[in-house]
């Protein structure tokens, strides 16, 4: 009797777990389409300005209306999870990207476009903010949150390049239509999915008022800070524009600050600033999102502009860093947290990471993808893998449960501002060398490289910085002992 009762929890057990592996692999592929939608869309950009009849100017919007609110409502979607129940929010979330995409695939002209692509960014913003928390919840133990984190972060790493390559396919196979389309029938899947494999996380005792005047300001504060930055380049970092937008996000900023010191129910607990860990981990994270745009966006421009490459060959040249970040984001990371902690992989594979953007900073005028693009590529997917598992890791190790659904809202925040103002920045410094090249002689493609020389350089010393702020700063809990992680289900 009591050998059947031990087996029978023991099957139980196996169960749960088994469920628990299932629902994480639901909420990656929740998160998928929300990283895979940040750049499939900038493949077929040619394609949606002749057919909606977008000028060069306003085409910039059908990226810039999803950063807007996808940037702006981060906080506010993380918080809703916590206080109204993070399974919910996340439905929603997934329910209204879902419906939005439907409407970008539908889009007649450049207006309706637009406005989908801001609902979108509304409905992205849910499930990333949420998805993290959920996850965290999911898997309260320091081992098997290793490993599924490990999926998450292979997940957030890959789905960008994989986006590329996506949506080259999808662009000279079908039409431009599809991008979006593809999103609709994942979209149900994972409701589905998510209903019948994710339990709710709401803490029932906790309280439901929201602090809307605190909402408002730090939303507010957020999409003008994002417009200001994305619109910098063009209208000038000196123009009134964007030191008024800036400035006036700022004094949002602080009056959300003010607010949030001395209502009952706040929006941000300011006692979760004072974490060390979260602090430190979005000052890294702004950082290290820089430096990610730099490599994945100038080393696209360099192998389309200079070396010609097709979209499909840019996608191709991209998947050696993604199976190494694969085998590290779905297992060697894990072992590598297991045995040494966060704060050192984080640091080492941050300094991998910078060198591997060194590489870039070299690669020549009439180069070729074998010997110039994939050595720099494997270094910064090594780095990339050690790193980002660990990262994420430690942003949410010092978080009580009922405010994971904000702090991974703020971990988000922290990737959207720093990887908005870091491309802002070194389009900017880039942009400032070529012209200068260009002035002095140089032909359009020499100064072309000039400029991205530069920029690579400028990122690996965002990624160097973020390696050297991880590593003197982060305390690093107890290492998860070995055990633990071999004693994990497989997927």
């Not at 209306?65 to 929603?92: K, N, P, V, W």
Request: proline share 3%.
């Amino acid at each position: 009797m009591l050998d059947q009762t031990a087996t029978s929890v023991e099957s139980a057990r196996t169960r749960e777990a088994r469920k628990r592996w299932l629902a994480l692999l639901v909420l990656c592929l929740g998160t998928v389409m929300i990283v895979l939608d940040s750049t499939i869309v900038n493949v077929a950009l040619p394609s949606i300005r002749t057919a909606l009849g977008f000028s060069e100017t306003s085409l910039v919007w059908v990226v810039n209306a999803y950063m807007l609110t996808f940037g702006g409502f981060l906080l506010l979607s993380g918080r809703l999870g916590d206080l109204f129940g993070q399974r919910r929010i996340f439905l929603g979330g997934i329910v209204l990207f879902t419906l939005a995409s439907l409407a970008c695939g539908l889009s007649r002209s450049p207006t309706m476009l637009v406005a989908a692509r801001a609902v979108q960014g509304i409905g992205g913003s849910a499930v990333s903010a949420i998805s993290l928390s959920l996850i965290m919840n999911l898997f309260p133990e320091p081992g098997e949150r290793a490993k599924a984190m490990g999926v998450y972060s292979f997940v957030c790493a890959g789905g960008g390049s994989v986006g590329v390559l996506l949506g080259g396919l999808l662009v000279q196979s079908l039409d431009w239509h599809w991008i979006f389309l593809v999103n609709i029938p994942i979209g149900v899947l994972v409701v589905s999915l998510t209903m019948a494999l994710v339990a709710e996380g709401k803490d029932e005792g906790a309280s439901r008022h929201l602090d809307i005047a605190g909402a408002l300001c730090v939303t507010t504060s957020l999409m003008l800070a994002v417009y200001g930055i994305v619109g910098g380049n063009q209208a000038g970092w000196g123009s009134g524009r964007t030191l008024g937008l800036l400035t006036t996000s700022a004094a949002l900023l602080a009056s959300f600050l003010l607010i949030e010191s001395r209502v009952e129910s706040p929006l941000l607990p300011l006692r979760l600033l004072g974490s060390r860990n979260l602090s430190t981990a979005n000052t890294v994270g702004v950082l290290w999102a820089a430096s990610m745009f730099a490599w994945f966006f100038l080393s696209a421009l360099y192998m389309q502009l200079v070396l010609g490459c097709s979209a499909m060959q840019v996608g191709l040249a991209f998947l050696p860093a993604n199976l190494i970040m694969a085998a590290f984001s779905l297992g060697l990371s894990a072992k590598i947290v297991t045995r040494f902690g966060n704060r050192l992989p984080l640091a080492g594979g941050l300094m991998v990471a910078a060198g591997g953007l060194l590489l870039f900073a070299r690669v020549p005028l009439h180069g070729t993808i074998a010997l110039d693009v994939l050595p720099a590529m494997s270094v910064l997917g090594l780095g990339a893998g050690i790193a980002l598992n660990p990262m994420l890791l430690v942003a949410m190790s010092d978080v009580e449960p009922e405010d994971s659904g904000l702090a991974s809202g703020i971990v988000n925040t922290s990737f959207m501002m720093g990887g908005g103002l870091g491309l802002a920045v070194l389009a900017s410094v880039a942009a400032a060398r070529t012209k200068a090249l260009t002035d002095s002689g140089a032909a359009a493609a020499a100064a072309l490289l000039g400029g991205y020389h530069v920029a690579f350089v400028v990122g690996a010393i965002f990624a160097a910085g973020a390696g050297v702020i991880g590593g003197l700063l982060l305390r690093d809990g107890k290492p998860v002992e070995e055990a633990v992680y071999a004693d994990l289900p497989a997927l």
